[in-house]
């Protein structure tokens, strides 16, 4: 793995992700069952665009639920590390290898043992999180493409709104899952390469 500690959402990782598919974005890629997602052709075109034209695609479409998220990150953190006893440190963005095709933002490192994921839902998610406890589906393939960018074994999932309890979850590399999800990123890359050359 190698990892760029720079900060989230400022031009230079902006500027890093241009292009590149991304965990955030992994369920654009493929489905929770391994298979090419319907989302695919579409994401497809968004990265070449943003590799011909050397701009991000921006929409910039926000909602409540997102500013509350970005404005609670900190406070996230800080409940973390009080209950685990660590430091987290920021996530930046991280690449598997030289060749940096693949990259993941996590909202913290626990470095040299696993990756965070925090999410700060409004409170009637938060319930119905706590009510499941389990990842929430919409998020697994984010977190097994991070952990098999970074190479770790486990990623930890924590969701907070205050005023009712935190959830944090260990999960574990998804290895049959892995298998699938490497074979389609390789054709992505391989695909997303090739359009790029014929485009330009």
């Known amino acids: ?7 989230q959402n400022t031009e230079e990782w902006f500027a890093l992700k241009l292009g590149r598919p991304s965990a955030s974005n992994a369920d ?9 997602s319907k989302q695919r052709e579409g ?21 409540p639920e997102m500013q509350i998220g970005n404005e609670r990150q900190e406070e996230s953190k800080k ?9 987290v440190t920021p996530g930046g963005v991280c690449f598997p290898d030289e060749r940096k095709r693949l990259i993941c933002s996590p909202d913290g490192l626990i470095l040299g043992s696993h990756g965070l994921e925090m999410k700060n839902p409004m409170p009637k998610t938060q319930v119905a999180y706590l009510r499941k406890n389990e ?3 919409e998020y697994f393939q984010q977190v097994q493409f991070s952990l098999l960018v970074t190479g770790f074994e486990r990623w930890d999932f924590m969701s907070y709104c205050p005023g009712l309890n935190p959830l944090i979850l260990q999960v574990r590399r998804d290895e049959k899952f892995l298998d699938s999800l490497k074979g389609e990123l390789e054709r992505f890359c391989d ?3 090739q359009i790029v050359k014929e485009l330009r």
Not at 1 to 7: G, N, S
Not at 28 to 36: A, E, L, S, W
């Open 135 to 137: 990842l929430p589906s």
């Open 79 to 87: 409940l973390y590390e009080l209950m685990h006893e660590c430091e």
């Open 191 to 193: 695909e997303l390469d």
């Open 28 to 36: 654009k890629i493929v489905t929770m069952d391994g298979k090419p």
């Open 1 to 7: 793995m190698i990892h760029v500690p720079v900060e």
């Open 43 to 63: 994401y497809m075109n968004e990265l070449v665009a943003e590799i011909i034209r050397g701009a991000r695609y921006d929409n910039g479409y926000s909602n």
